[in-house]
């Protein structure tokens, strides 16, 4: 056959192949029988085996898997991958439909909002040029993910190739790897059969599945996807509505919840919850509440988000799942930050889609307002991703004895003391009178902080050593080789090859990952301190503000506070740490060994006259758009914040502007107009900045 008839055939049965692929895991509607569709992917691959230049990124014969990898590259995702603030109540969900009313200064008619299922997978984003399908990645921190094309590329339901027309150049779609239910129990009934281990539940077989390094396991592993939304390429669909959107993405090939609609205001967000709450057993998916969007997507704009979540959506959970079982014992557990925590060990219960032996009991008060106590039959809890939790005990089924009067019974077991002293290092533990956690005073001469607080260094998220998990961090610990971080850059060959069950390619293996980890980013290395209350999020907006290790060093509260999302709380943690000796002396040495990152400068180098102070902006001001209002505000130190308190210093009101023009009036917050808003800049010399950005 001449070449072109083999192109032209190989490019027929692709196309062919993925209709069929789309009909079966898309519409559940399969148009071939199976041995039919089998005829047509042997032909397909005998000549892409044939005729190897004729093999195409977007072939269906890729998805069977690609030779194992390494190690997941990193991705920074085009468009952040936010997450979702939860309800739980009613209540919840009313104040969040008042928040956004306020925010679009709607004072009158419903909001519409697009609802869906909450899928209890795995969210991904999945990169398309010019509608091929080029990468897939993993949420990760939101930021950067890990890319895992190859595994993603074997999943049936996502489309190697866009069908329709209309696709950005660029697309990155959002949405939900996961296993359904039967295929679950159809891969546990194959493990059983294989003596092989099964998994505890479909969203850990998907997890489980996707986190192969080697796609031709993934692509034995029946996982399912569902579109939920668009990262880059959002502002180039032409939509109106996050419904459209939803259409578009159908349009193209995408697998979307048949379960989705459009309701309006908190009467009709109630009744699509108590719906899909009712139709949970019988859905084909596990889910774990439902998603609530403002449908209109300028009204999506202008809500925006607040740090790492959306104003404009919010997730409605159920209820967490309960069992009962019995405390065998209560114990307690030194944190990272020195916490101590008791921790009921429980006779193991399956609940929430796991088996539970530990469960949380938060703090002394905690364990004393319930009164759990050894041989108590409690009812736990379990949600999600949440650490499970003692709810109460069951009063009926304690054990008691005879008391003294042999008419009264009292219990068997006496109620839980907070040990004086820490059980792994001895030293005293203590409780603010004002603070319901009690903390080891031992800091890192406690072995069981030094341990998490090395592990937490090493994290992934943090300086990424790879290879250095829990097993070898308390190994070097309880062996004396670490008691700093900065110990870490002193390990040599010799010291690590010495360790028990530490071979020396094992050894070389770790000090490659150690010597790797110093090329680090400011971000990172911030978040890997392990300071309290500092997350990755503040990590990096730390990063951002202050540009290098100086000025972050020499910031005082009131410069800590100019942070996003950084009060009073999060100052004190950062000001507590950082002028604390000790941890100054291991920064130091971090450097000292090395530790680097790519240096920049403040966000604003320039003066911050208008620090502290916080406006809201409202209506449509004359000549200044909003995000240059903006701009201009937080250039010289000022905040804008999206909603009105007697916290706000000045509202910027425009036309129409709402009801954020009548909460100030309200609260006696000063109103100004652009007019006065230049003229306050201009006093203060910042109107220049504008040219200058
Ligand atoms: N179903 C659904 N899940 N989910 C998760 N929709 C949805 N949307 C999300 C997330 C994090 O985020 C967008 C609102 C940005």
Request: with cysteine; hydrophobic share 45%; net charge negative.
């Amino acid at each position: 056959m001449p070449l072109e008839l083999v192109e032209e055939r190989a490019a027929k049965l692709r196309a062919e192949i993925e209709r069929h692929n789309h009909a079966y895991y898309v519409l559940d509607a399969p148009t071939i029988p199976d041995a039919e569709y089998d005829r047509l992917f042997r032909e397909l691959q005998a000549l892409e085996a044939e005729f190897p230049a004729l093999q195409t990124s977007d072939s269906p014969t890729l998805r069977v898997g690609a030779p194992p990898l390494k190690e997941f590259p990193s991705v920074v995702h085009g468009v952040p991958m936010l997450s979702l603030n939860n309800a739980f109540a009613e209540a919840e969900v009313a104040a969040f439909d008042a928040r956004v009313r306020e925010g679009i200064e709607l004072t009158s008619g419903e909001v519409d909002y697009a609802v869906e299922p909450k899928f209890d997978g795995l969210a991904i984003s999945l990169t398309y040029r010019d509608g091929v399908f080029v990468r897939g990645a993993t949420r990760g921190d939101g930021a950067t993910g890990e890319e895992v094309t190859e595994n993603l590329r074997t999943v049936r339901a996502i489309p190697l190739r866009l069908v329709g027309q209309g696709w950005p150049a660029e697309l990155e779609v959002r949405g939900e790897v996961l296993m359904l239910k039967a295929d679950f129990e159809r891969l546990n009934a194959h493990q059983r059969e294989k003596n092989e281990k099964e998994f505890a539940n479909p969203r850990n077989a998907a997890a489980g599945s996707l986190r192969q390094l080697d796609s031709r396991i993934t692509a034995g592993r029946p996982l399912s996807f569902f579109a939920y939304g668009v990262g880059v390429g959002a502002n180039q669909l032409a939509a109106r509505t996050q419904d459209e959107i939803m259409l578009r993405l159908a349009g193209w090939g995408f697998p979307v919840a048949s379960e989705r609609r459009v309701v309006s205001g908190v009467a009709g967000l109630m009744a699509y919850f108590a719906e899909v709450g009712n139709r949970r057993p019988s859905l084909p998916y596990d889910i774990d509440g439902v998603v609530y969007k403002v449908n209109r997507l300028a009204w999506q704009d202008q809500l925006g988000f607040v740090s790492r979540a959306p104003r404009f959506a919010i997730a409605h959970k159920f209820p967490a799942e309960e069992a009962t079982t019995e405390v065998l014992a209560i114990d307690v557990q030194v944190g990272r930050t020195g916490a101590i925590t008791p921790v009921a060990r429980l006779k193991p219960v399956f609940v929430g889609g796991v088996t539970v032996t530990n469960a949380t009991l938060h703090n002394e008060d905690e364990v004393r307002r319930k009164d759990v106590r050894v041989g108590d039959t409690v009812i736990v809890r379990r949600a999600g991703d949440v650490i499970p939790e003692v709810v109460a005990i069951v009063p009926e089924k304690r054990p008691m004895r005879s008391g003294r009067d042999l008419f009264e019974l009292e219990p068997l077991h006496p109620c839980f003391i907070l040990p004086a002293i820490c059980p792994e290092c001895g030293s005293a533990v203590e409780k603010p009178a004002d603070e319901a956690i009690a903390r080891c005073t031992g800091g890192l001469y406690c072995p069981a902080q030094r341990k998490q607080a090395l592990w937490h260094f090493a994290s992934r998220r943090a300086m990424d050593i790879e290879g250095l998990g829990d097993k070898l961090v308390e190994q070097l610990v309880d062996a004396g080789l670490v008691h700093t971080l900065a110990d870490l850059y002193q390990l040599n060959l010799a010291t690590l090859a010495g360790l028990e069950r530490m071979g020396e390619k094992s050894a070389q293996n770790l000090l490659a990952a150690i010597e790797g980890s110093k090329n680090s980013t400011f971000a990172r290395f911030i978040y890997a301190l392990g300071i309290r209350n500092v997350g990755e999020a503040t990590a990096r907006d730390l990063a951002r503000h202050f540009g290098n290790l100086e000025h972050l060093l020499a910031a005082d509260e009131a410069a800590l506070q100019q942070v996003p999302d950084v009060g009073p709380v999060v100052a004190a943690s950062l000001l507590a740490f950082l002028h604390e000796p000790h941890n100054r002396s291991v920064i130091e040495k971090l450097l000292a060994a090395g530790v680097h990152w790519p240096q920049g400068e403040p966000e604003t180098a320039g003066p911050r006259p208008l620090a502290g102070k916080t406006f809201v902006l409202t209506g449509t001001l004359p000549t200044l758009k909003r995000d240059d209002a903006k701009a201009l505000i937080e250039a010289v130190g000022g905040k804008v914040a999206g909603s009105v308190s007697k916290k706000t210093d000045y509202v910027v009101a425009g036309e129409e502007a709402g009801s954020k023009l009548e909460k100030a009036q309200e609260l006696g917050v000063a109103v100004i107009d652009e007019g006065q808003l230049m003229v306050l800049l201009a006093e203060i010399g910042a109107q220049n900045l504008m040219t200058r950005n």
